[in-house]
Every structure is written in structure tokens, then in C-alpha cells.
């Protein structure tokens, strides 16, 4: 019966010993260069303050590869720092592509862009589908009039505005800078110098892992006066 006891103690001694013994800490991703990301040559200039860091994320709404990194990326979104901004940029790689690109520029141009886009991912990968892979004004019209209550003309009136088409141009411009046609998409780049995504063999939480592991390196590099 004393044997009960003393090994009831032993096991509360070997137990709080373990409790207080930390557990080693797991190495940081050992993440490469050409093998996780790669550098941008030349490096391209941002369209943020000083003291701001850029992330440009270049998607396709038909690309089941986007979708399913999105909810990754809003959840990034949701826990980056403070000065990191995200700038969609819908990719026109095709011509088959670039109405979902207007339909992108028509919800900011409406103030819908947060509800709309992964609304939108959605209407084209789930079930049912709601909307065709390659889907075109027509197709976007009836969605937003649908989920968003916006009136068809406003919709037609904004597709082919100065404004969607001079967004439409710039896209095409960053398109050309980070020759995003020989990654394909999804693709991120992070404060116009590295490149992750598209091409590169990696899981998609791992993509952020990769985006934020170089926003540290970025946020290193800050001149003190802006940090």
C-alpha cells in the first residue's frame, strides 16, 4: 500500500520536470532563392509612401489555382502589418481574360470590391456554378445585379469607362514589368524586388510563409528615419 504514494510522487516529479523543460524551438523555413522566389531584374519602383511596403498579387478569377489560394491570402491580409499594402492586379494573360479583369474595376469603381471579390471566386469554382469559368460582361452584369442590387446601365456604363480602361492599362504595364506572362498566376511580389507563386513547387500556405519571410527582410531594409 506505501508503494502507491511514492510512485504517484515520481510521476508528479517526472511530470513537472517535463513541464518545465521548454521545448526546443523549430528552425525557421529554410526558404531559397530560384527555388521558393526569385529576385526581380531590375527591381521595380512601388506605388506606396516611403516607409510602406508593396505585396501586388496578380490573379485570374477563372484560375482554380488563385482560388485556392485566396482564403490563404485573406487571412494574410487580415494579420500583415500595419504598413504593408496589398494591390490586387486581375491578370489579362488571354483576351479570353479580360472581362473578368473589368469586372474586378467595375466593383472598386462601385465600392464593392471587398464583397465582391472572393464572391466571385466562388461563383465560378463552387457549386453550383454561378458563373462560367471564362465568363463575359453579360454573365457579370446578371451576378452583380443579382447578389448587389446594381442597376444593369450603371454596370454597362462603367465597363467601358476612361477610368476601367486607363486601370486595364496600368494592369497591363506591372504585367509587362514582372513578365508575369512566363509565371503565370497566382503570382506575388513583394516590394517590386521578389517574386513567389506561380511555377514555384510549394503548398499555398506555404506561398505566405514565403511572402512573409521576405517582408522581414524588406522591413529590415527600411531607412530608420521611416521605420
Known amino acids: 500500500m506505501k508503494l502507491l504514494p511514492v510512485l504517484a510522487s515520481a510521476f508528479l516529479f517526472a511530470a513537472s520536470v517535463q513541464a518545465a523543460t521548454p521545448e526546443p524551438a523549430k528552425p ?10 526569385q529576385p526581380v531584374f531590375p527591381a521595380q ?8 511596403i508593396e505585396v501586388v498579387d496578380f490573379f485570374w478569377y477563372g484560375c482554380p489555382h ?7 491570402l485573406e487571412s494574410w491580409e487580415r494579420s500583415k502589418p500595419a504598413n504593408v499594402v496589398l494591390k490586387r492586379v486581375p491578370a489579362v494573360l ?5 472581362p473578368a479583369a473589368r469586372a474586378y474595376y467595375v466593383a472598386e469603381a462601385l465600392g464593392l470590391s471587398a464583397q465582391s471579390h472572393a464572391a466571385i471566386f466562388k461563383a465560378i469554382h463552387g457549386s ?17 445585379s443579382l447578389k448587389f442590387g446594381v442597376d444593369p446601365r450603371r454596370f454597362q456604363a462603367l465597363w467601358n469607362s476612361p477610368a476601367v480602361e ?3 492599362a496600368q494592369g497591363q504595364v506591372l504585367q509587362q514589368r514582372y513578365d508575369i506572362l512566363s509565371y503565370g498566376v497566382p503570382m506575388l511580389i513583394v516590394n517590386g524586388r521578389w517574386i513567389t507563386g506561380a511555377g514555384m513547387v510549394q503548398s499555398y500556405p506555404q506561398i505566405m510563409q514565403v511572402v ?16
Open 128 to 144: 453550383p456554378q454561378e458563373l462560367p469559368q471564362q465568363a463575359e460582361e453579360g454573365d457579370f452584369q446578371r451576378f452583380f
Open 212 to 227: 512573409d519571410f521576405l517582408l522581414q527582410q524588406e522591413q529590415a531594409a527600411l531607412p530608420a528615419s521611416v521605420k
Open 94 to 98: 488571354q483576351p479570353q481574360w479580360e
Open 45 to 52: 519602383p512601388t506605388s506606396v509612401p516611403p516607409g510602406q
Open 166 to 168: 486607363a486601370q486595364l
Open 28 to 37: 525557421a523555413p529554410a526558404f531559397k532563392v530560384n527555388v521558393n522566389y
Open 66 to 72: 488563385c482560388n485556392a489560394l485566396e482564403p490563404y
